[in-house]
Structures are given as structure tokens and as C-alpha cells.
């Protein structure tokens, strides 16, 4: 590993909290691999002092800062620019240094279509069913009308979120049609359905035990769908285990958050990087934990 010198550059992560940020593992494995001259560290920032860390990290030479949650909406009025795939999403997780100041992009979408684009469906001809309509859900719609889905059904168990939900759409870019359903109108969509997403916290700690969908409601998906879970621990969560029993394909989170973090690095590094090495260190970590 090289020593820190005056020459060393940084990069980061801002939250509130962050502690339990899995960036700095995986960032800092690949730059060792890479044996380049550069620190991953988190900064943990609080929502008040937002403003005043963003411009010291930039005055302060940090190359480049991922955000997560609780800024990920709130930094966006800070930045100079955003691509367009930000703007869809309605929030940020990846800072560069543009010529005026910082520039943001999400790679939650790259990184959750990365699993899905390495099977070579042909997505247009797919109807998602994504479970939850939180912030995880937006990158989901954004990514699922990149691959060309023309239609997207999002459940969710609060209908007034659910309204509004939809209505962010409109007067988006998207090309996707977003169609918003109660929890109960499931046992209509499972049958028809090529892709279910789960982006609720069902089946976390300290829900490690729950699935979004039982038994019965598994049963009844199209037995040539994919299952994908968002969460990446438990592997597999209660979810999954119910999708294999069925028969179904699975993907589980790991890969969304290495390839979102391998997104990243690329456009602070501007060069390809490894992400099994990023892969490889998560696994290590989570298997320690
Ligand atoms: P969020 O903004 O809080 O959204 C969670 C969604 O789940 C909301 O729509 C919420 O509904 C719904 N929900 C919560 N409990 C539910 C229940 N018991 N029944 C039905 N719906 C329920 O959270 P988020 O930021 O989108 O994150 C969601 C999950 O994705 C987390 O597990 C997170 O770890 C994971 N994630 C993974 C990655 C990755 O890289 N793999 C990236 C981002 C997020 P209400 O609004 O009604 O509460």
C-alpha cells in the first residue's frame, strides 16, 4: 500500500450516518489493487452543515464524493450540473469536479441494470413489478426504462405516496410508462410479470425474517421470472429463499452496490476498473461481519 504523502488524493463518501458505509472497503481494496495514490474515507455530515461541507470538500481538493442518504435530493440545489439520468431519479449519489464546481450523476441506475443487462433479455417486451415506491424505487424505474421496458407497474401499501409518486413523472424525460397498483392487486400482476423487484427493507435487519411477498404470492409468479432483491444482507434474504423454491432466477443487491461504486470510480479515475476486486472486498467484509 503506498504511504500518504502530500501528493495522496481523496475521495468519500458524505452521510448522516455513515459509519456503516461498505464504500470505503470496496474503494479502498480496488485503489490498493490499482496501486494508485488515493483514500476513500467517510464524512459523516450533518443535514445542517450540508452547504458548508460541500464547499470545503471542494475548496479542499477531494476529486470526488459519493452521497448517500439523507442527501442524496438536498445536495442537488449545490451542484452546477446534473446528467439527465439525475434529474429522471430526482436524486444524486456520485460528485465530480466540473470547471464551476461540483457536478452530479446517480449510478444506482448503471449499477442496478448491470445484473439485468449481463442476461441479454430482451427487455422490451418485459412488465416489472417493483414492490415499494421509496427512493430505491425511482432508480429502479429509470433503469428499467433504459433497458426499454415499456411499461412499469409499481406497488405500494400507501396510496397517497403512490399518487405522488406517479405524478413526479410527469413532464419527465422517461420513456416508460410508470402505472401505480395497491398492494392488493398483486395476485393479478405476479402471473404476468417477467421481472419482480423488491425495494422495500423487508427481509433487513431487523426484518431479516420477512419477505414483501409470502408464500402464496410467490406461488403465483410466472415461473419463468427473475427475482431481484435490492438488499444485498442477508444473502439471500427471505425473498429470495421463497423464489428458489419456486423455481425462479434471483439476484440479489451485492452487484448493484459494487457496480454502482465501480460506476463511480470510473468517472473520478476516468479509466476501467475491477470490480471483482470491489466484489471480492464486500464478500470478505460481510463475511467478517
Ligand atoms: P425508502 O425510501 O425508505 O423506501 C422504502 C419503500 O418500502 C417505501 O415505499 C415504503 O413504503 C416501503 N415499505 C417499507 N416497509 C414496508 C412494508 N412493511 N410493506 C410494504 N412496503 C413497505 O428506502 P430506499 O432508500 O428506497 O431503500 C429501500 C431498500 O433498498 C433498502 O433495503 C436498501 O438497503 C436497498 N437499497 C439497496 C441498494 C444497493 O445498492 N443494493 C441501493 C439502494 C437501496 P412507505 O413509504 O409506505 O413506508
Known amino acids: 500500500m503506498q504511504t500518504i504523502t502530500g501528493k495522496t488524493q481523496l475521495l468519500g463518501v458524505i452521510g448522516h450516518p455513515i ?146 409518486f406517479h405524478q413526479s413523472w410527469q413532464g419527465s424525460t422517461l420513456k416508460s410508462q410508470v402505472v401505480i397498483h395497491p398492494w392488493g392487486n398483486l395476485p393479478t400482476l405476479l402471473p404476468h410479470t417477467q421481472l419482480l423487484v423488491n425495494t422495500t427493507p423487508l427481509g433487513m435487519a431487523p426484518n431479516a425474517d420477512q419477505s414483501p411477498v409470502d ?21 439471500p434474504t427471505q425473498f429470495l429463499k421463497l423464489a428458489q423454491r419456486q423455481g425462479l432466477k434471483t439476484i440479489d443487491g451485492l452487484e448493484m452496490l459494487v457496480q454502482q461504486g465501480a460506476a463511480a470510480l470510473k468517472i473520478w479515475l476516468e479509466q476501467e476498473v475491477p470490480a471483482e476486486i470491489m466484489r471480492q472486498a464486500l464478500l470478505d467484509h460481510l463475511e467478517q461481519a
Open 19 to 164: 459509519s456503516h458505509s461498505l464504500s470505503p472497503v470496496m474503494h479502498n481494496a480496488v485503489l490498493r489493487h490499482l496501486d494508485l495514490d488515493y483514500r476513500y474515507v467517510a464524512f459523516d455530515i450533518a443535514p445542517e452543515n450540508l452547504q458548508m461541507a460541500i464547499a470545503g470538500l471542494g475548496v479542499s481538493g477531494v476529486k470526488g464524493l459519493n452521497v448517500t442518504i439523507p442527501h442524496k435530493q438536498a445536495v442537488m440545489p449545490l451542484l452546477t450540473a446534473m446528467t439527465e439520468t439525475a434529474n429522471q431519479v430526482g436524486a444524486v449519489n456520485t460528485l465530480w469536479k466540473g470547471p464551476n464546481g461540483w457536478q452530479g450523476t446517480n449510478t444506482d441506475v448503471e449499477g442496478f441494470i448491470a445484473p439485468l443487462k449481463a442476461l441479454g433479455h430482451h427487455w422490451r417486451r418485459t412488465m416489472p413489478v417493483i414492490l415499494g415506491n421509496g427512493g430505491a424505487a425511482r432508480a429502479v424505474v429509470v433503469g428499467l426504462a433504459q433497458l426499454g421496458c415499456p411499461e412499469i407497474a409499481v406497488v405500494g401499501r400507501n396510496l397517497e405516496k403512490l399518487a405522488d
Open 215 to 235: 408464500e402464496v404470492l410467490m406461488g403465483q409468479v410466472n415461473k419463468t421470472a427473475i427475482a431481484y432483491d435490492l438488499i444485498y444482507t442477508p444473502r
